[in-house]
DNA sequence: CCCTTTTCACCTAGGTGGTAAGAT
DNA sequence: ATCTTACCACCTAGGTGAAAAGGG
């Protein structure tokens, strides 16, 4: 999967606007995507699995990169996850007006007859934070030698957190964002600081925020797939 | 414990002149140079403990610096563990001429009748490692909010290591050195390097490396003190 | 004989979803 | 009813010294 850039191309710093980000693992997210992908969010913080890594090339070697995650609400709903009330239509995912984007509509899929419905409109809004990757800043050939990993992101629903993790509402929809910043130099450098940066959006990547797995085939997915899940594995071993 | 820092006070950049480290667990490791400290080598690398870590002032909040700690050896000897051939003399612990160095003395502990002695000639010096301390560079502010640790640090005798691990010989004594590096922002700061460093050596903090403890107060005190050997105390517990 | 290597049980530290109880 | 929390067994990952085996 490459990212969708934004419709800017205008303006970029020469250090940036090379720069390109492939997903890693991207298969594994688009088979959670097929399901329709739920992250935990707890008090404490939970990591994000599958965890997003990405590949980068085309930074310049020598100059300093900040790396740095933020999530933003894909529409203004809340969600619930059940039985559609009548017949068909009203809300559940892929019927209405308005889902016709087709990367960001929501999967298809239902369990049983369980599924995702529109619940009335969004909780106000989370404290935006951000995530820098923990080895920002480094060079440009540092970030490049090997995959970039944000397995240390943690997600929670505590508004009141202070360990500095995403906070996000559950039951809402996010779309993760990745950023690449060059560190310039310059002095007054906040003066360019719009063309400083350059953000990667893979829409593989959207997830909703529960407190607890609502899709059965997503907690057997995850449960299949992320080591640490290992004890809940029924049978046959596949490497 | 305060290091010595050298003789030369003389033509130290600013931003390093004023450093200053404090040695943390100061009294666990003057417990176990007490006793002679032993710091197990493995070819794959094993941790120190107890672990270097110091606390950090008089650094410029503002300017970046590099952490790092080398090994250097505290004589030209091999030892080996055991009992004294004949009377006392003959190249143990403090019983030679030379042994006037206060702070680089070897302990006079001996577990039993047997004790370090010499053996001969240092074995060929192994290739002259450094560790950066994974957080560099930083800057002054960051490595002073907190205690620096060099957990990551390992130590090997494995002369074709490539795991970038700090190479020593087996039965040889050594002293830690940690060192403050501003990363100098000047074109051509190579000329200015020997200004833009300040080391530390803290005498307590030497040790005779061995693939295997010699000395059973060494053991045990590791034993009631490391937490990763907790699986080997006998009996009642203390805080 | 002395030193080194390998393997192991036993820890620390922390990431999983299940489960039952709690909250609204 | 629906969502959240706290606790738990069960993992991954890796740091301990003991003990036995290996090597010069």
Chains 1, 2 share one sequence.
């Not at 020469?14 to 594994?28: D, F, I, Q």
């Not at 130099?185 to 600081?193: I, M």
Request: proline share 7%; hydrophobic share 35%; aromatic share 12%.
């Amino acid at each position: 999967g490459w990212a969708s850039e934004g419709l800017r191309s205008s303006g970029k710093n020469r250090r940036v606007c090379h720069a390109a980000a492939r997903l890693e693992m991207g298969s594994l997210w688009e088979e959670f995507n097929r399901l329709g992908t739920e992250m935990i969010v707890t008090k404490a913080g939970r990591r994000m699995f599958p965890t997003f890594q990405v590949k980068l090339s085309g930074l310049d070697p020598l100059a300093d990169y900040v790396l740095l995650m933020d999530f933003i609400p894909l529409d203004d709903k809340r969600y619930r996850w059940g039985r559609s009330y009548g017949d068909a239509g009203a809300g559940e995912w892929g019927a209405g007006p308005g889902s016709a984007q087709p990367l960001l509509a929501p999967p298809r899929y239902a369990f049983h007859s369980s599924s995702w419905l529109a619940a009335g409109r969004a909780d106000p809004a989370a404290p935006g934070r951000v995530h820098f990757h923990p080895d920002s800043p480094a060079k440009g050939a540092q970030w490049m030698r090997q995959i970039v990993s944000f397995d240390k992101l943690k997600l929670t629903n505590n508004l009141l957190d202070d360990n500095g993790h995403i906070i996000l509402n559950s039951m809402h929809r996010y779309q993760p964002r990745f950023h690449v910043v060059f560190v310039d130099p310059r002095r007054d450098s906040e003066r360019f600081a719009h063309q400083n940066f350059k953000s990667f959006s893979f829409p593989e990547t959207q997830f909703m925020a529960v407190t607890a797995y609502q899709n059965h085939r997503i907690t057997q997915l995850k449960i299949a797939s992320n080591p640490f899940a290992k004890g809940f594995r029924d049978g046959d071993p596949e490497p």
